[in-house]
């Protein structure tokens, strides 16, 4: 059984009470949570919270939550105690990005597809890079896999570094991929990572998976056609309903 977990805080630093924000009728965390309700893979959907404000809300669209610490550095964090909380037993646990309102269900139910075997310890996804901006956008992480598709690296740079061959077209060069922030732990696992210290690794890059690689877990990949579309600012709003064709 896999539970998936929406972390949603309140005190955001660059948008504050981000998942209660109204998105054409209906606030942030009711969109994430009714389209992760839709992935057919997941036994439960909860929303791991700190804030009361947004446990509410949840509870008054029919939403279920768990309350969490307020101090916790990481959404794997979040989920370990949402884990702990969900009075159920499960196998896997799916992080569920709480800033993404138009997920798409089946990019959750792909992900799932990779703990088929009870072996896989983490997964998550990536998208082909299609353009050089894309490609040199430090904003946008970098995977690099090995042929069994679990990731190498995640790197801000690129790499490789394709020697001879102009840097604009690396991308017709290579089968480069960007990471999709989403996560899936083995529950018996959990625990152990929230354990683990920031890596140097991790610290150079500001990346929380290069600790687990760092530390040998190894991390699945698969591969989605379904960009994520983040909202971080208010700003985000506007261009998010745009590039998905809301407006």
């Known amino acids: 059984m896999i539970l998936g977990v929406i972390p949603a805080r309140y005190a955001s630093t660059r948008f504050p009470g981000k998942p209660l924000i109204d998105i054409q009728g209906k606030s942030m965390i009711q969109r994430v949570y009714g389209q992760a309700m839709k992935a057919k893979s997941l036994k439960k959907v909860i929303v791991a919270t700190d804030d009361e404000r947004i446990a509410h809300h949840v509870k008054r669209f029919g939403g279920e939550y768990v309350m969490t610490r307020p101090d916790h550095v990481s959404g794997t964090d979040r989920c370990f105690e949402a884990l702990q909380n969900s009075g159920g037993n499960y196998k896997y646990v799916i992080n569920i990005q709480g800033d993404e309102p138009f997920i798409d269900p089946s990019q959750i139910n792909l992900l799932a597809d990779t703990l088929k075997d009870g072996n896989t310890e983490l997964a998550t996804l990536v998208i082909p890079v299609d353009s050089n901006e894309l490609l040199f956008n430090e904003g946008e992480v970098k995977v690099t896999v090995n042929n069994k598709m679990e990731a190498l690296y995640f790197s801000r740079s690129v790499i490789p570094h394709i020697k001879g061959v102009d840097p604009k077209e690396w ?11 989403m996560y899936a732990y083995r529950s018996d696992l959990l625990e152990e990572l929230t354990k683990l210290k920031p890596s140097l690794l991790e610290k150079a ?24 579309h983040c909202i971080d600012t208010p700003e985000d709003v506007e261009r998010v309903l745009k590039m998905m064709g809301k407006t």
Do not use: C, M, P
């Open 205 to 228: 890059e500001s990346l929380e998976q290069l600790r687990w690689l760092e530390n040998g877990f190894k991390i699945k990949v698969a591969v989605t056609t379904h960009d994520s």
């Open 171 to 181: 991308h017709q060069h290579f089968n480069y991929y960007r990471h999709v922030g």
